[in-house]
């Protein structure tokens, strides 16, 4: 009978013992966790909480991207809205030809943000080297064409009627070309 009391008592010990370690392991997985949790707000809030007090966080416009892209590289605010009406007056089965300047940054992503503008019409994209611009005109001359787009090229003095937006894109219509819509 002893034993039996006694085999109780080590069940009810080694219990308390279990117990006792798994209450250790929660308290130290919650004192981690919160440690953690600090050491990320005391990094977070230096910069998040000007952009707070600023009213930088909520809601933007749907164009706030592709308007920073825009006023940044033509100084037109608002340009999204602009290169939309500008593209609307064209009909949707024409297509547009884009000439960007060959290794140059700014060209070329003002090029593939006039395209993503351009939605839903059609778009080509073309490099252009210096020597091979006249060429490139020549071959993007077709009725199926509304117009072309310069991004921080200058077209030749032989295409007229050309209307600028800010200072870095150039729309050259396709009555210009010499085609009738």
């Excluded at 503008?117 to 059609?122: G, I, K, R």
């Excluded at 509304?146 to 009627?161: M, Q």
């Amino acid at each position: 009978m002893s034993n039996l009391l006694d085999d109780c008592a080590r069940l009810r010990c080694n219990d308390q013992q279990r117990l006792t370690r798994m209450s250790a392991r929660l308290y130290l997985h919650i004192g981690l966790w919160g440690v953690l949790l600090a050491v990320f707000l005391a990094r977070s809030i230096p910069i998040v909480g000007p952009a707070v007090l600023e009213s930088k966080i909520g809601p933007i416009d749907p164009n706030h991207s592709t308007d920073a892209y825009l006023s940044g590289l033509t100084h037109v605010p608002n340009g999204s809205q602009l290169f939309s009406n500008l593209v609307e007056s064209v009909p949707p089965k024409k297509s547009f030809v884009i000439f960007v300047e060959a290794e140059n940054s700014p060209s070329e992503f003002l090029g593939m943000v006039v395209a993503y503008l351009s939605w839903p019409h059609d778009v080509r994209i073309v490099k252009v080297r210096g020597a091979t611009l006249e060429q490139e005109i020549a071959g993007a001359k077709s009725s199926s064409v509304a117009g072309l787009f310069f991004c921080l090229i200058k077209p030749p003095a032989s295409l007229t009627g050309s209307s600028h937006f800010g200072s870095a894109i150039i729309f050259v219509p396709n009555v210009s070309l010499g085609f009738n819509s």
